[in-house]
């Protein structure tokens, strides 16, 4: 059975940082595009983020206009994502979707998600 969990969300200030990271089990997912997806209360969930597998043991990184420059998507060993969140605003304030797919991430082409984690940043 594949899983995707997420851990790290939580309550910050406005210009903390905060870790996200996912752990997926269940099937290997070395190949497979992993990245962030959010949803603020009463909004549509958003990309965030997003690694793509480009071969051997490269990766490339996308990110939404919205927070490049202070997120950074990294790719760890054992199926593993993280999202590391610097400069955060009140308007990150959402929950946080890890996501995984066999060929480039949307929402539409994702075939497993985790069950997300809250991220409130404080004004």
């Known amino acids: 059975q594949v899983q995707l969990v997420e851990s790290g969300g939580g309550l910050v200030q406005a210009g903390d940082s905060l870790r996200l990271s996912c752990a997926a089990s269940?099937?290997?997912?070395?190949?497979?595009?992993m990245g962030w997806f959010r949803q603020a209360s009463g909004k549509e969930r958003e990309f965030v983020a997003a690694?793509?597998?480009?071969?051997?043991?490269?990766?490339?990184a996308d990110y939404a206009d919205s927070v490049k420059g202070r997120f950074s998507i990294s790719r760890g060993v054992w199926n593993t994502v993280s999202l590391q969140m610097n400069s955060l605003k009140p308007e990150d304030t959402a929950v946080y979707y890890c996501?995984?797919?066999?060929?480039?991430?949307?929402?539409?082409?994702?075939?497993?998600w985790g069950q997300g984690t809250q991220v409130t940043v404080s004004s």
């Open positions: 996501a995984a797919s066999n060929t480039i991430l949307t929402m539409r082409s994702a075939n497993y």
């Open positions: 690694t793509t597998w480009r071969g051997g043991s490269t990766y490339s």
């Open positions: 269940g099937r290997t997912f070395s190949s497979y595009a």
